[in-house]
C-alpha cells in the first residue's frame, strides 16, 4: 500500500532549479498565453499596440521570476536542493508568483494609460496578484506534478535508526536485514557508497575512516532497495546497483547511458538508459 510522505526529498521544479532556462520557459508561456487568450481584455499601451505591450508585460514577468528565483537559490533556507521537499518547493513558488505580481502592479503606473480613477488602491493591487498567480501558476504546476511519484512511499518497517552511533550527532543508522536470520549489517547512511547485486548475494561497499570494506549479505537487490526505501540520497541507478547520490563526483556518457565516478572508489558505476531522467533530477553537481 503506498501512502504520501510530504517529507520525502522532493526533485526540485525544473524552472526553479535553472533560473535561466526557467525565465525563458516563462516568457514563451506568458507571450502566448497572453496574445492568443488576451486575458482580462487586455489592451496597448500608451506606447505600443497590443502585442508589444504583451511581450512587454511577459519579458518583465520573467525576468522578475529569474531575479527572484536566483536570489533564492543563494539563500541558506532554499538554495541546498538535497533537502528539497514538497512544502518548500510550494513556498518557493508563492513568493516568486506574488513578487511577480508587486511588480507588474507598479509596471502598469508607467506604460498604462492613465485613467479616471487612481490606480493606488488595494483592490487593484489584489487583482494583480491574484492573475499573476493564476496565470504564473500553470507552468510551475506542470514541472512540479511530474515528480509527483516521489511522494509516495509503500507502507512497511522503517529501517532508519536516527540514535547516532559512531556516524555523527546527527547521522542515522541504516540496519539491513538478510534473508538469513542470524545475519545483518549496521552503518552510517554516509558510509556507503553503493550497493551491487552478486548472485544471490549483495554487496554493500563501505567506506569510513579512509578505510574501504565489502560486506556480503544474502539479499536481492530489490529487496535492498524497499529498505533503503526512506534514505533521500540513495538511488537505483541501474538493475544491479544502488548508489549514494551524496559521493558522485561526475559523469559521464550521453542517452544510451552514463558512467559515474564516486569518491574513495575506483570502479566506474552504470546508470541504466531507463533511469537517465530519473538521475538527472536528482543530481546536483
Known amino acids: 500500500m503506498k501512502k504520501i510522505n510530504l517529507a520525502a526529498r522532493y526533485p526540485q521544479n525544473f524552472i526553479l532549479r535553472q533560473?535561466?532556462?526557467?525565465?525563458?520557459?516563462?516568457?514563451?508561456?506568458f507571450t502566448i498565453f497572453t496574445l492568443l487568450y488576451q486575458p482580462l481584455n487586455a489592451q496597448g499601451s500608451r506606447w505600443f499596440?497590443?502585442?508589444?505591450?504583451?511581450?512587454?508585460?511577459?519579458?518583465?514577468?520573467?525576468?522578475?521570476?529569474?531575479?527572484?528565483?536566483?536570489?533564492?537559490?543563494?539563500?541558506?533556507f532554499f538554495g541546498e536542493q538535497k533537502r528539497w521537499s514538497l512544502p518548500k518547493e510550494i513556498l518557493a513558488i508563492y513568493i516568486v508568483l506574488q513578487i511577480m505580481g508587486i511588480v507588474l502592479f507598479l509596471v502598469a503606473f508607467v506604460i498604462e494609460e492613465p485613467?479616471?480613477?487612481s490606480r493606488w488602491d488595494l483592490h487593484t493591487f489584489l487583482d494583480s496578484c491574484k492573475y499573476a498567480f493564476l496565470i504564473g501558476i500553470i507552468p510551475f504546476f506542470f514541472f512540479t506534478a511530474s515528480n509527483f511519484r516521489y511522494l509516495f512511499t509503500t507502507d512497511g518497517p522503517?529501517?532508519?535508526?536516527?540514535?547516532?552511533?559512531?556516524?555523527?550527532?546527527?547521522?542515522?543508522?541504516?540496519?539491513?536485514?538478510s534473508s538469513l536470520k542470524k545475519e545483518s549489517l549496521s552503518f552510517p547512511a554516509g558510509d556507503l557508497l553503493f550497493v551491487c547485486s552478486d548472485g544471490n548475494y549483495v554487496e554493500f561497499h563501505l567506506y569510513s575512516d579512509g578505510n574501504m570494506r565489502k560486506v556480503f549479505i544474502r539479499n536481492s537487490i530489490s529487496n535492498i532497495e524497499k529498505q533503503f526505501r526512506?534514505?533521500?540520497?540513495y538511488f537505483r541507478c541501474h538493475r544491479a546497483f544502488i548508489i549514494n547520490m551524496e559521493?558522485?563526483?561526475?559523469?559521464?556518457?550521453?542517452?544510451?547511458?552514463?558512467q559515474l565516478s564516486l569518491r574513495n572508489c575506483t570502479q566506474k558505476i552504470p546508470v541504466s538508459?531507463?533511469?537517465?531522467?530519473?538521475?538527472?533530477l536528482l543530481y546536483h553537481p
Not at 526512506?230 to 540520497?233: F, L, T, V, W
Not at 563526483?249 to 547511458?257: K, P
Open 19 to 29: 533560473p535561466l532556462y526557467g525565465a525563458l520557459i516563462l516568457f514563451l508561456f
Open 49 to 76: 499596440n497590443f502585442q508589444l505591450t504583451m511581450l512587454l508585460y511577459s519579458f518583465i514577468s520573467s525576468l522578475t521570476a529569474f531575479l527572484i528565483m536566483w536570489v533564492l537559490s543563494r539563500s541558506s
Open 115 to 117: 485613467s479616471g480613477t
Open 158 to 177: 522503517s529501517f532508519i535508526d536516527l540514535d547516532s552511533q559512531g556516524g555523527g550527532p546527527s547521522e542515522p543508522i541504516i540496519h539491513i536485514s
Open 230 to 233: 526512506n534514505i533521500p540520497n
Open 247 to 258: 559521493h558522485v563526483l561526475n559523469r559521464r556518457g550521453n542517452a544510451l547511458g552514463y
Open 273 to 280: 538508459r531507463q533511469k537517465i531522467k530519473e538521475f538527472d
